[in-house]
């Protein structure tokens, strides 16, 4: 249940295939059903579905009535934040894929019927519309679970990006690494006006805080303490921001009040709360590295967190990270991603940022060896420059 495999749903629906909605209640059963008509009508009404191919995909669309419907399932999609039936052999030819990090995956090993089967799934929300999906491939994973998930997602229009699941997702990293890098600014004084508009400058679509919003505080902050939790360390700092809205009951912009505040009569703008906030803290650290750019701050975050996910293999290559930013994140396309945007500026320029960002906040702009060794040996992400 919920509004992401809803989302699922719709998508799989127009690919003609047969879904079964399976849930701890009929009640949920019945609440995702609901949300997957609501999406049909809406795109019925906008022309981008014929009222025909709506009611057919309704037709393909039932609740399941037990756990038998994991029997003839080709591919079982799990929240991961639910009890797996008492299956027995049912379902142990199906592909199982888990929406959740390497802790949801793992666990999910000792309770579904084949495990090497198993791996994870991110998909980026719309899901109905969105084109990146990152498949998460643990070890003993057989290799026709992964092509046949990678199959099923190309034909239903969708890009995808392998990952290792040793933790979360490779957008869940960036994300956050965008993130804790604008909340250690912000601690150390910049607004977070400012930061989203760096952002902004820098290629997103949206700025860190704005995304936040959008996905609510509460939600926000448990990822971030999940994705430090998933690299056994303690509770990433430089949360306090989101501690303190949250405290003062700015869930996000479903309540109307996160980083910003939204009007009943529509938009968004800046909180006078946020603005004093941040110039209490202005005394922190903005004052000692005043020649410290926040756009490239943020970049050189971005980069320095890649290069950890490469040095781990997490990735096989660096154009899969531009392009979870260019499709998952929201980075404009034309500039190619923020790695493509590195190299052309020279890794040296970004090092020298790391360097001077490092006094703020070590863990997130520490310079990692690889970057140091590219920028030794001349190298850049995809090519040496100039070459």
Request: aromatic share 4%.
């Given at each position: 249940a919920g509004a992401e495999l809803a989302e699922l749903s719709v998508a799989c629906l127009q690919a003609g295939r047969q879904i079964d909605i399976l849930a701890p209640s009929t009640e949920q059963a019945n609440a995702t059903i609901l949300r997957i008509a609501r999406i049909l009508d809406d795109w019925a009404g906008r022309g981008r579905l014929t009222g025909a191919a709506r009611e057919a995909c309704l037709q393909r669309l039932a609740v399941a009535r037990g756990r038998e419907a994991l029997a003839g399932a080709d591919l079982v999609v799990d929240s991961g934040n639910s009890a797996v039936p008492e299956s027995g052999d049912l379902g142990a030819r199906a592909i199982w894929a888990v929406l959740g990090t390497a802790?949801?995956?793992?666990?999910?090993?000792?309770?579904?019927?084949?495990?090497?089967w198993l791996l994870g799934l991110r998909l980026y929300r719309p899901v109905q519309s969105a084109r990146l999906a990152e498949i998460l491939v643990p070890d003993g994973v057989v290799p026709e679970a992964v092509a046949g998930l990678v199959r099923l997602l190309g034909e239903m229009g969708r890009i995808v990006v392998r990952t290792a699941a040793s933790g979360a997702s490779a957008g869940d990293d960036l994300q956050a690494a965008l993130l804790r890098a604008a909340l250690a600014l912000a601690d150390a004084g910049w607004s977070p006006y400012e930061l989203d508009e760096a952002a902004r400058g820098l290629g997103f679509a949206a700025g860190p805080f704005e995304t936040a919003d959008q996905d609510g505080l509460e939600r926000v902050l448990a990822r971030l303490d999940l994705i430090g939790d998933l690299r056994a360390q303690q509770?990433?700092?430089?949360?306090?921001?989101?501690?303190?809205?949250?405290?003062?009951?700015?869930?996000?912009?479903?309540?109307?009040?996160?980083?910003?505040?939204?009007?009943?009569?529509?938009?968004?703008?800046?909180?006078?709360?946020?603005?004093?906030?941040?110039?209490?803290?202005?005394?922190?650290?903005?004052?000692?590295?005043?020649?410290?750019?926040?756009?490239?701050?943020?970049?050189?975050?971005?980069?320095?967190?890649a290069a950890r996910l490469l040095a781990g293999r997490v990735v096989q290559r660096a154009s899969d990270l531009d392009l979870v930013m260019v499709r998952g994140l929201g980075f404009a396309a034309a500039r190619g991603g923020p790695l493509l945007q590195a190299d052309m500026a020279g890794l040296l320029t970004l090092l020298k940022v790391m360097k001077q960002a490092a006094r703020l906040a070590p863990a997130i702009w520490k310079p990692h060896p690889m970057i140091e060794a590219m920028v030794k040996n001349g190298e850049g992400f995809f090519r040496r420059p100039g070459a």
């Open positions: 802790r949801e995956i793992g666990a999910r090993r000792l309770e579904v019927p084949a495990p090497e509770r990433l700092a430089g949360t306090s921001l989101l501690s303190t809205r949250i405290a003062a009951g700015a869930g996000g912009r479903a309540v109307g009040k996160g980083l910003y505040l939204y009007p009943a009569e529509g938009g968004k703008r800046p909180d006078p709360a946020v603005l004093a906030w941040a110039e209490g803290r202005r005394a922190n650290g903005r004052d000692a590295v005043p020649e410290l750019d926040p756009a490239r701050a943020l970049h050189a975050a971005l980069v320095n967190e």
